[in-house]
């Protein structure tokens, strides 16, 4: 600790400890976690017929490719998980008041499915040693806290376990199971992974016509020609009086090294910020005189939705924000941001109940005070919670999750 001390004093990079500390000590919401990988691999992924037939060629059986490897499915995965967040959340104490060990035959003793679960646990688990091994030769990084996300249990000899923290173990219920998956496949097939943007991106677009109502429009992806070649729009537009929102899914996470090593910092922001919203406004310069649903629009607000986002670290915005209004070619375009997909979530129950959703980014845009939008929101409303649609999958998820864990015999 007093080396990290004296390092910090010598080289404090203020910027990249805001941006660790934002990424590191976010709170996730694992109830949306768990509903949106239901609905990515079990409710649509199973099946290319749900897509459209310009991409069923990139299609990838992510489902069974996954329960052929593990023994278990996706789904049976996030459902026997769930049961390990029962130790933080059964009372105000969490692990103080229970016996920090955990052992399968205990615990899940009287469920048939607890070899399942062990399972589970053991792809997810490593023992201390090597844990030790690890943090000895990470000793000098101090914000690689890398294993812990990739196996967040930590197992004893005597094949008892622990979890190590709630952050990391909420981390399993979706960005852990992209890990999984990518693992199915050879190193070498490079475009693995590929149709989890697919996928991803068609549950934004549902999440977002199912939101859309009232006053508001929904628009689709739709194709369209430049120079007799075709291409597709940006993922979803809503339009309301002269405002246009435009939506462009990005199947992304923030870049390891940046948080880790302060390394490949403007390549991360040009992944998941800039060159999304270069896309998407370069896209709208072509269409936007000749689609009749876009005439008479005055405003154009870009939404970059990612897995994860770019935190709200002043300087890193400056120069993304600098750098976007001077490569930017349709003069529509006023606004634009980078949203994880729980903040979009989040803006998506605001649009359904019919706030002014184009207020409010505007607000924040203009806010002097820059911080996470998702903070920005629970500040300003209370109980914010899941559109209709997520909710109805919840719900179904959550029946699948009892029928799972409890099987009738």
Known sequence: MEKVNEKHLAELDANHFLYSTYHLNYQRNVAHEFLRMYYMMEV????????????????????????????????????????????????????????????IEEVYGQIKEKELISKVINILSCSIETYKKWAIESENQEWDFSKFF????????????????????????????????RECYPQADKSAMAFFGRLFEKYIQDVTEKATNGDYEYIAEF??????????????????GTNLLVVEVK?????????????QVEKNNEKLFVKPVLQADLCLSVIIEDK?????????????????????????????????QKRKVCEKTKY??????????????????????????????????????????????????????????????????????????
């Open 150 to 181: 990739e196996l967040p249990f930590i197992k004893d000899k005597d094949g008892r376990y622990i979890s190590i923290c709630d952050i990391t173990l909420r981390n399993a219920f979706f960005e852990k199971i992209f890990w999984l998956i």
């Open 44 to 103: 649509v992924g199973r099946d290319k017929n749900n897509f459209d037939l310009d991409i069923q060629g990139e299609y990838r059986d992510y489902y069974t490719a996954f329960a052929q490897k593990y023994g278990f499915t996706p789904t049976q995965y996030s459902s026997f998980l769930f049961g390990e967040l029962i130790t933080y959340y059964s009372d105000v104490n969490g692990l103080i008041c229970n016996s920090m060990w955990r052992n």
């Open 336 to 409: 634009y941001y980078n949203f994880s997909v729980e903040e979009y979530e989040m803006l998506m129950y605001l649009l359904e109940r019919q706030y002014d959703v184009f207020g409010i980014l505007r607000d924040y845009y203009n806010s002097k005070a820059l911080r996470p939008f998702s903070n920005y929101l629970q500040e300003r409303y209370e109980d914010i919670g899941m559109t209709d649609f997520m909710e109805d999958l919840y719900d179904k998820a959550s029946k699948r999750m009892k029928e799972l864990v409890f099987p009738r015999s």
């Open 223 to 240: 194709s369209y020609k430049e120079k007799k070649k075709e291409k597709k729009s940006s993922d979803a537009y809503i339009r309301k």
């Open 251 to 263: 199947g992304f996470s923030v870049l390891i090294d940046c948080m880790i090593k302060n390394e």
């Open 292 to 324: 009749t649903e876009f005439f008479g629009i005055e405003d154009a607000y870009i939404i970059s939705v990612t897995m994860d986002n770019i935190n709200a670290v002043p300087d890193y915005y400056n120069e993304i924000h600098k750098n976007i």
